[in-house]
């Protein structure tokens, strides 16, 4: 009898379900062996801010945020600052509050997730008093967008950031309120120019012939400016540039001048001489570097056919700038007494010019050669 049920059918399909179930039981067994112990805590790749909360259960990633937190409050290396050209307003990192539970409650399983923060009305007020009080802010009230900056706090807050600078020109209002005529020149242009000549060949880049300098660049005449504007042409630029960027807080990166200018006395290149040069073996060019947090931009304009002007458009300087020029007379040897001169003598000059830096608190901050300028005395020539 048993050999009879062994061989019928319904053994087979009991057989059969007893295998499958076994099989199933098995998964179930080893997939629990495997992921058992990640029940009840957090998936891979989960974070609260910026604290990792992964394997964690609910409680351990609590104490953990809130750990994270405290550290970060007692950190005195973090840096959470507000500021205008170099000077800036600490904020007070006690102030920010943390709902921790409300972030935990919240967390989805392998996903980044906020970390609740907030700034209170009264702790939103006390930033805005102080920071409009600061020396630094004197006459720029109502310039920038106050609750922008706020959330931007609140946004590096959140990811418990170690270093947190805002810089106020980035929330301005009204740019045409911030921007202001820094500096300006006006210059003679050579007999072989146009003035209109020069801003047209602009035109082809610049409509408006205003051309940017963006913060924390180098600004180069070669990158900038048209191809078509010729070497001499990019050379009466040069030189424009030059007598802008004197009273400002800009470096020269690069500049090449010509030593030899004729008469010292009278040249309008003297103390401002830039030489740049469209050639494959010269190719001097004009550099200067922007490496403040400010955006300028140039604007030329016509005054006259044979005189271009430009001016220099951005936030006015904090600082005093102080520019000092020292001239020394180099005299050449004189012709022998009752020697028949062909051409007459050259007197050489060297041209020193600092820029000196003070800070609003007026100490001084900065000093240093910025442009140095020597021209050889030219000796007469006379008949042998």
Known sequence: MFNTFKNSNLAYYLYTVFVIVLGIGSLIFF????TGFNIGVYQ???LVGSVYV?????????????????????????????GFQGYYYAIDRELFTFDVQGSVDNIRDGARNPLIVELSPTAV????????????????????DFDLIVDALLEDAAALRQFS??????????EAQLNVTVSEVMFPLPGTMDANTILDKLEE?????????????????????PETLNSNELSIIGTMLLDLITPTTLEIYERHYNPQIGDVHTSPFIGRNVRINRHEMLNYDFRFE??????????????????LGARLIGPANLDTIEITREEIILDYIPAPDGATIIEEGQQGKVIFIH???????????????????????????IAE
């Open 31 to 34: 997939y629990f062996m495997v």
């Open 44 to 46: 891979q790749n989960t």
């Open 54 to 82: 992964g394997g964690l259960s609910s409680n351990e990633a609590e104490r953990k945020i809130r750990d994270h937190i405290n550290q970060w409050y007692e950190d005195d290396s973090v840096v959470f600052e507000v």
């Open 125 to 144: 007020n006390n930033i805005d008093f102080e920071l409009h009080a600061a020396d630094f802010m004197q006459g720029m009230d109502g310039l920038f």
């Open 165 to 174: 600078r805002k810089q106020l020109n980035h929330y301005v209002i009204d």
């Open 205 to 225: 880049r610049y409509p408006d012939h205003r051309v940017p300098i963006a913060s924390h660049s180098i600004f180069s005449v070669f990158e900038q400016f």
């Open 290 to 307: 922007n490496d403040s947090f400010l955006d300028y931009s140039i604007e030329f304009y016509h005054i006259a056919a044979d005189q």
């Open 355 to 381: 820029r000196h830096v003070y800070n609003i608190y007026e100490m001084k901050t900065s000093n240093h050669l910025l442009i140095f300028e020597y021209y050889e005395p030219l000796d007469p020539v």
